[in-house]
């Protein structure tokens, strides 16, 4: 069983404003997903347990990790999609782009090889393995961004807003293959409040404090009556 993620009395300073005040939380649902308006903390979580932004104060455990203090572990257990695919693809070509993920876990050139084809397959990315990555759609990029994250086997996948700029058949290409079973974790930050019903458990967040954590569809509910007031 994988260890819970876990904060307690996490503040997170981002100069001059509070990003996060007082979130405590134990998470161990399989995948969770993150909700609430802009500018509510909800990337600013994610961040935190992916190691991107340190906390001011309070302790972070994610699947039994320190992110402060063991950024290397972390590094290995996570991987990340963002909204913004361009800024995750890094090499020329797409099989290049998905190779490239795998430079740190040193493989014999042969594994290295069949780990690409088999991911490239997966996201429907064979026929464009020698494309031009800057040349594909919004939609094809974002597969490769996955495709980049999933390669590398991680634990715990974070994904912030990874549907926000595409159109309803590829967003609904990218939450299948996130929801798709698996062993690992997804942390989904979405303003997509169907694709967060989804999930296990959902986690709501308002003026950088954790306001309500649960089931789905009742995070949701409360979330729009939120709206209309």
Do not use: W
Not at 60 to 71: A, C
Not at 121 to 139: I, Q, V
């Amino acid at each position: 069983m994988t260890e819970p993620i876990i904060l307690d009395d996490v503040c997170v300073m981002l100069g001059d404003r509070l990003a996060l005040d007082s979130v405590s939380l134990h998470l161990d649902a399989h995948r969770i997903a993150v909700i609430g308006s802009n500018g509510s903390g909800k990337s600013t979580f994610a961040r935190v347990l992916g190691g991107l932004v340190s906390p001011t104060t309070g302790t972070v455990s994610v699947h039994g990790v320190d992110p402060v203090r063991q950024s290397a572990a972390l590094r290995r257990l996570v991987g990340f999609v963002f909204s913004n695919p361009d800024a995750q693809i890094i090499m020329p070509t797409v099989a290049e782009d998905a190779a490239f993920s795998l430079r740190s876990e040193k493989l014999p050139r042969a594994e290295s090889a069949e780990r690409v084809r088999v991911a490239l397959e997966e996201f429907g990315l064979t026929e464009l393995a020698d494309r031009a990555a800057y040349d594909l759609s919004g939609g094809q990029k974002q597969l490769l961004a996955l495709c980049g994250a999933v390669i590398r086997r991680p634990q715990l996948m974070i994904a912030d807003e990874p549907t926000a700029y595409l159109d309803a058949r590829n967003a609904r290409l990218i939450a299948d293959h996130l929801l798709a079973p698996t062993d690992r974790r997804l942390v989904l930050v979405t303003h997509d409040l169907e694709l967060a019903q989804r999930c296990d458990v959902a986690v709501l967040f308002e003026d950088g404090r954790m306001t309500g954590v649960g089931d789905p569809a009742d995070l949701v509910s409360r979330y729009e009556a939120s709206l209309a007031c």
